[in-house]
């Protein structure tokens, strides 16, 4: 079975501070993804990343960054935290295939409180 | 872009009763359907995905049904069951390759 690991589930930080979340996978996929999870909002893609050292903006990237430094991990930046960043984050990641998509597969998230 | 939307926030069923989750989808190029199942305090888990090229496929206890004339397709969960109370997201991904979009979440409820 895939897994997928988020390094926290709970998490509360302060305005302005730089906060790190961590996403590893164990079965080699060469796509991770990043959301959040907001009520009424649904599923939102931050950033994704087909490769090491590899990332791409999605619909919501601004006040995020990410780096994959080894494929098996991936992680989401908040540069300087606000409150409008509280949110459950999840991770993702699927197999690379050319010549079909594949299934994203999730960890538990990390719910993150910015006060 | 793609839009995918579910039919119902909220569908209440009976145990052992059959349940039917309905969604829609805009871009008539998706080819690849994903249904996904959330429990409360955890991530989205896959239950069962379609291709294009298919109409009806089924797993164990659920079966998903595509009408691509009219960009729906639905999850039908057999013999409900009160483990199955969570919220289903249909999710669609675009002809350009990885990008996944997800419905709003329809919360299954069951009912001893």
């Known amino acids: 079975d895939v897994k997928v690991t988020q390094s926290s589930r709970y998490l509360v930080k302060r305005t302005g501070e730089k906060v790190f979340l961590e996403c590893v996978q164990d079965m080699d996929h060469e796509n991770m993804f990043w959301y959040r999870q907001d009520p009424g909002l649904g599923l939102r893609l931050i950033y994704f990343s087909y490769d090491v050292k590899m990332k791409e903006k999605g619909d919501i990237p601004e006040g995020y960054s990410v780096s994959r430094e080894k494929k098996e991990r991936f992680s989401l930046i908040l540069e300087s935290a606000s409150t409008n960043q509280t949110s459950m984050y999840l991770c993702?990641?699927?197999?690379?295939?050319?010549?079909?998509?594949?299934?994203?597969?999730f960890g538990d998230g990390t719910r993150l409180s910015i006060l | 872009g793609e839009s995918v939307g579910l039919h119902l926030p909220t569908l209440s069923v009976q145990e052992g009763d059959n349940s039917i989750i309905n969604c829609a989808y805009s871009n008539s190029a998706s080819d690849y359907f994903i249904w996904y199942k959330q429990e409360s305090g955890k991530g989205p888990q896959f239950i069962i995905d379609?291709?294009?090229?298919?109409d009806k496929r089924q797993g164990q206890r659920v079966t998903v049904l595509l009408n691509k004339t009219v960009k729906h397709l639905s999850l039908q969960i057999a013999a409900t069951q009160p483990g199955d109370s969570a919220v289903y997201f249909c999710a669609a991904y675009n002809n350009a390759g990885n990008m996944l979009t997800f419905g709003g979440g329809t919360r299954l409820m069951v009912k001893p």
């Open positions: 993702a990641s699927s197999l690379a295939r050319a010549d079909s998509n594949q299934p994203q597969h």
């Open positions: 379609i291709r294009s090229n298919m």
